[in-house]
């Protein structure tokens, strides 16, 4: 059985400096790290329209949280699925749920470079052994397991990522407090500094109920 540290060489090749991840020092959703009362949900722009495209024959959420393992985990589903049963995305639905805990998968490298996520989340690039100021986790590593899981390689098959933004209104707490910056200007430099093709949804508890009312098996990561 591979040991989670397994992933730190293989990010990056034999030779490298290991990728460190420890426990993370914000949690998801439900950690009490709620909005401010003036981050009222009703004021947002809800679009829930892609829960449609979830038409697939095998479906599945992945309440993601383990940034080392996970998106080898939800790479495995869809492998397995199109071994087996020759099934690729539409036919196949992959939905990564992200909360606060995994906030650093969602992040774009420009928020690296330009907030202390890698020093927050205890994330270190793998190249310097220093908090990393680019997101480790978007290409995936360069050997098996770890060849093809990551986000980019993920979404090209179909997987859908989410932001909760009860979490992200954490997250700008938490680094605001951090760096000496308003909450309300952290969150809205945090939102427009995801990933591209991540959603925001109202709430991370919300979407993993709705998932599975369109028939998503669920799976905690």
């Excluded at 605001?176 to 500094?193: D, M, N, S």
């Excluded at 993993?208 to 369109?214: A, N, P, S, Y």
Aim: proline content about 7%; aromatic content about 8%.
């Amino acid at each position: 059985m591979l040991e989670r540290r397994g992933f730190l060489g293989a990010l990056m090749g034999a030779g490298a400096a290991p990728l460190l991840l420890g426990k993370s020092a914000l949690q998801s959703e439900s950690s009490g790290w709620w909005p401010p009362a003036s981050a009222g949900l009703a004021d947002e722009p809800w679009d829930m329209s892609w829960l449609d495209r979830l038409t697939g024959k095998h479906k599945q959420v992945f309440d993601f949280s383990d940034m080392d393992m996970g998106l080898v985990v939800v790479k495995n589903w869809l492998d397995a699925h199109e071994t087996v049963y020759g099934l690729k995305h539409p036919q196949v639905n992959a939905v990564v749920g992200i909360g606060g805990h995994a906030f650093p998968v969602n992040a774009s490298d420009e928020l690296y470079r330009k907030l202390p996520i890698g020093e927050l989340w205890k994330v270190n690039d793998p190249e310097s052994g220093k908090p990393a100021l680019r997101n480790v986790f978007l290409e995936g590593g360069k050997a098996p397991p770890y060849l093809g899981a990551g986000v980019r390689p993920l979404q090209a098959r179909g997987a859908i990522f989410w932001m909760c933004n009860n979490a992200l209104h954490g997250v700008a707490a938490r680094i605001g407090a951090v760096v000496k910056r308003p909450q309300p200007e952290l969150y809205a430099e945090l939102r427009a500094g995801l990933n591209p093709g991540v959603i925001v949804v109202p709430a991370h508890t919300m979407l993993i109920g709705l998932c599975q009312e369109r028939g998503c098996s669920y799976e905690a990561l």
